[in-house]
């Protein structure tokens, strides 16, 4: 079985001096709670073998930093087929993941993200900025992964490790 991490970006700047959605960055609360979400992680030994990213400034910050500040060991790849992704591009990426990987995560966007968990999962769930769901899918590869094949094993969010 494959384990999904789904990770939203953390809380970005909405200031006029970015020209584009693309560009816009982390600001001070996204800058605190992405390294709060990589301590989790780390410390539950929680972290995926590989992180796939949205390349907005928003989303490759948070990845950058959770990839930082845990410790990961993998490899950070930017898809900008995740950004603001349907649920079905968000199934393709899945869908054409390294089969050699166990646990992925992949930082994005809503809606899309909280969209594919309803579709592999069969519910909703709010995903605020910085929150990580972890999915466990019932494919033993990640081509096979379809619609209703996973649980909803956790999901953390960041105000619950704010202190």
Known sequence: MKTLLLMRHAKSDWGPQYATD??????????????????????????????????????????????????????????RRIYLASPSMLLAVVQDLPESFDRVMLVGHNPGLEDVIQRLCGGHVRMPTAAIASLRLYASTWREVEPGQAHLQWLIKPKILRS
């Open 22 to 79: 693309f560009e816009r960055p982390l600001n001070p609360r996204g800058r605190r709670d992405a390294p709060r979400m990589a301590a989790f992680l780390a410390q539950h030994n929680l972290l995926p073998q590989h992180i796939v990213s949205s390349p907005a400034a928003r989303a490759r910050l948070t990845a950058e930093i959770v990839a930082h500040e845990s410790r990961f060991q993998g490899e950070l790849i930017l898809d």
